[in-house]
């Protein structure tokens, strides 16, 4: 049995252009001083990560390493969230997913996508270089405008949806295979991979690919009423990243799961801060420790309540509290009865004239 890592934290929802947070470095400080030992780091914005850069030069991704371990830190995992996105999107969501390309092809539905896979496979290389084991993205999602099965959903739609993402991702998981990395999806309503059921369905349409894996995040999974401890039970194989993010869900009698379409304040679930929510984290550190998870425990931020710096604050000793440093040797060890091989055959009654005669 191995320990997990952690406390990590993932930079998306820190980074902006006031200090610390307009550069990496400046992050890596601060996260540092809160008691963080590593950083999922976002590729979207160069000035934070160059993903181009670092797709080509050894050079440049030493220097990220160095930077971080200045700070006593290091890097758990890139995340191509915003370009995993692109490179699946249905038809109706294109303009609302158009801020999360390049100006000059906005509004350009195949010009988005080939550029998101080009960035797939850059971020490949970017994280073989960085001697990195797993890489967080989103899906895409083709089949979530039909998510609820009114009007009925023709036959065979869903299954030439899925069809269709595994033929665009098969080429970027064949790169991340070459490079000896893990590409995990966080399963998240709005991709086509939200659940277990989906993401069975992309595992039998890639062929059981040995690299489409899991970002366990159960703060998802508990605003769908979705069993996120059973989850493991099943998917712990696949599961080689993991988001520590809380949730609440107060279901009454004007909403459920749907939301209603209110704003985050108002919904029945909700994200908060460590702590503050509904998962049993307790639990899901244990069985992830059972199973011998050896990744990264990393803090992705998102309340609808407290302040960033506050949840990031907390986050990190909530995580370091919660992380189980594995045994390494049987609790009840100072009781053993020392019997040896032929002292075992003794009480299965091996060495008995009836069971001498048999033999």
């Known amino acids: 049995m191995k320990t997990m890592q952690g406390p990590g934290i993932f930079l998306a ?6 200090q610390p947070f307009d550069t990496l470095e400046n992050m890596a400080r601060w996260a540092a001083s809160l008691g963080y030992r590593g950083v999922q780091i976002p590729t979207s914005d160069p000035h934070i990560f160059d993903l181009e850069k670092a797709a080509v030069s050894q050079t440049y991704c030493d220097e990220i390493v160095g930077i971080l371990a200045s700070h006593g830190m290091v890097a758990t995992e890139l995340s191509t969230h915003l370009q995993g996105q692109q490179v699946a999107v249905h038809p109706a969501y294109e303009s609302l997913f158009d801020g999360f390309a390049p100006m000059a092809l906005r509004g350009n539905g195949a010009a988005k996508q080939e550029w998101a896979v080009q ?10 270089r960085m001697g990195l084991k797993a890489h967080a993205t989103f899906s895409g ?35 991340f295979d070459a490079a000896g990395v893990d590409l995990c999806y966080e399963l998240h309503p709005g991709e086509d991979l939200f659940d277990g059921v989906t993401f069975e369905r992309f595992l039998a349409a890639t062929h059981n690919h040995p690299r489409a894996n899991i970002l366990y995040d159960p703060s998802h999974f508990l605003l769908q009423q ?18 520590v993010k809380d949730a609440e869900f107060k279901g009454n009698g004007r909403q459920g799961v749907y939301g209603g379409f209110e704003g985050w304040l108002q919904r029945a679930g909700r994200f908060r801060s460590l702590g503050d929510g509904q998962v049993a984290f307790g639990e899901i550190f244990s069985k992830l420790a059972q199973y011998d998870y050896t990744g990264w425990a990393v803090l992705e931020w998102e309340c609808c309540l407290k302040n960033a710096e506050d949840g990031a604050r907390e986050g990190a000793q909530f995580i370091s509290d919660h992380i189980i440093r594995v045994a390494d040797r049987a609790f009840d060890d100072f009781a053993s009865s020392g019997a040896n091989r032929q002292q075992l055959a003794r009480l299965m009654g ?5 069971f001498a005669k048999a033999a």
Not at 119 to 128: D, F, H, I, R, T
Not at 226 to 243: G, K, S, T, V
Not at 350 to 354: G, H, N, S, V, Y
């Open 13 to 18: 929802q820190f980074s902006g252009k006031q």
């Open 119 to 128: 960035q797939m496979l850059l971020a490949a290389k970017a994280s073989q």
């Open 141 to 175: 999602a083709l089949a979530w405008p039909y998510l609820y099965p009114w009007p009925q959903r023709p036959s065979g739609l869903v299954e030439l949806a899925f069809e269709e993402l595994a033929r665009r991702w098969l080429p970027i998981l064949n790169a």
């Open 226 to 243: 979705l069993d996120y401890l059973a989850f493991i039970d099943i998917y712990h194989e696949r599961i080689r990243a993991f988001h």
């Open 350 to 354: 091996f060495d008995t004239p009836i």
